[in-house]
């Protein structure tokens, strides 16, 4: 189990560190996407139609990140504000599972932590699908221990699960935000 010794998760230097990486990729996306489609577009126009069929999906999937990677450059913001408001809480093992629980449709992984607010009692967090939740989804939820399960053994979270907050697994590493849905809350 890690010491974290910060009173702000914003103030240890491995969560800057961690922080700009993720606001790096997202910046970088932000760039190259618009760039990408706009060669992919170039690329096709000078070459016969019928190369259209290789480009046709490269092409709409690079229009489509163009427009989507502006809520990671959002998002990654979020974060740092999240980290800069509320320390680390280390969370060894934390209950999850996939569906179960009210609010949560078939596939939806959930994780579960304390109530700051009640003792004894716990607060499901639903991880909503989205590109980034992919790492979380494959690690929690199993009923059965594997590799990729161990890899999420111990969570820390920065925030209050039972409005938002940003979860990571120990360095931090992979940096999520989770945050309750009106139709999740249990309160």
Same mark, same amino acid.
């Given at each position: 189990?890690?010491?974290?010794?910060?009173?702000?998760? *914003?103030?240890?230097?491995?969560?800057?560190?961690?922080?700009?990486?993720?606001?790096?990729?997202?910046? &970088?996306?932000?760039?190259? *996407?618009?760039?990408?489609?706009?060669?992919?577009?170039?690329?096709?126009?000078?070459?016969?139609?019928?190369?259209?069929? !290789? !480009?046709?999906?490269?092409?709409?999937?690079?229009?489509?990140?163009?427009?989507?990677?502006?809520?990671?450059?959002?998002?990654?913001?979020?974060?740092?504000?999240? &980290?800069?408001?509320?320390?680390?809480?280390?969370?060894?093992?934390?209950?999850?599972?996939?569906?179960?629980?009210?609010?949560?449709?078939?596939?939806?992984?959930?994780?579960?932590?304390?109530?700051?607010?009640?003792?004894?009692?716990?607060?499901?967090?639903?991880?909503?699908?989205?590109?980034?939740?992919? *790492?979380?989804?494959?690690?929690?939820?199993?009923?059965?221990?594997?590799?990729?399960?161990?890899?999420?053994?111990?969570?820390?979270l920065a925030g209050d699960p039972r409005s938002v907050g940003v979860i990571a697994v120990p360095g931090p590493k992979r940096l999520f935000v989770i945050f309750q849905r009106p139709s999740n809350k249990t309160s």
């Open positions: 189990m890690a010491v974290i010794r910060h009173s702000k998760a *914003w103030d240890d230097p491995a969560t800057r560190r961690a922080w700009t990486q993720l606001f790096a990729w997202a910046l &970088l996306g932000q760039i190259l *996407w618009p760039v990408a489609w706009v060669g992919l577009l170039a690329w096709h126009v000078s070459l016969p139609v019928w190369t259209l069929w !290789f !480009f046709f999906l490269p092409l709409l999937y690079s229009f489509y990140r163009t427009f989507l990677q502006p809520a990671y450059v959002t998002s990654a913001l979020r974060t740092r504000r999240l &980290l800069r408001e509320h320390p680390w809480q280390v969370f060894e093992a934390p209950e999850s599972g996939i569906g179960e629980i009210p609010g949560a449709g078939m596939g939806d992984v959930w994780l579960s932590f304390p109530d700051p607010q009640r003792p004894g009692e716990k607060v499901p967090v639903i991880l909503h699908g989205h590109i980034r939740s992919a *790492w979380w989804r494959r690690r929690l939820g199993r009923g059965f221990t594997t590799k990729k399960t161990a890899q999420a053994k111990e969570v820390w």
